[in-house]
Nanobody
Framework: QAQLVESGGGLVQPGGSLRLSCAAS????????MGWYRQAPGNQRELVAS???????NYADSVKGRFTISRDNAKNTVYLQMNSLKPEDTAVYYC?????????????WGQGTQVTVSS
């Protein structure tokens, strides 16, 4: 059974930073592009960053220049470094394998990690 476990969220003031981690089953990690998603209350889940096996990256316009996705293949872990956080970044953050034109998550969703940006 594929597993995705997110961690690292918390409460941070505007302008602050957080680093999220996602531990993925080895079978997932070796083969696929990985992505970070977020879902704010009342909104659809959206893909904010992705990284290929070869570490090519892509970002949503809303986070470009502030967020950095990276992966450690030895640890089967993908990270999301979030800087210059804004209140509108508040959401539950998830990782998954993006597939299809709508970037749907391929595997069952993990529990996510809550990020709250507030003064």
């Amino acid at each position: 059974q594929a597993q995705l476990v997110e961690s690292g969220g918390g409460l941070v003031q505007p302008g602050g930073s957080l680093r999220l981690s996602c531990a993925a089953s080895g079978n997932i990690f070796r083969v696929y592009t990985m992505g970070w998603y977020r879902q704010a209350p009342g909104n659809q889940r959206e893909l904010v960053a992705s990284i290929t096996k070869g570490s090519s990256t892509n970002y949503a316009d809303s986070v470009k220049g502030r967020f950095t996705i990276s992966r450690d293949n030895a640890k089967n872990t993908v990270y999301l470094q979030m800087n210059s956080l804004k209140p509108e970044d508040t959401a539950v953050y998830y990782c998954n394998v993006p597939v299809g034109p709508s970037n749907s998550g391929f595997y069952p969703w993990g529990q996510g990690t809550q990020v709250t940006v507030s003064s």
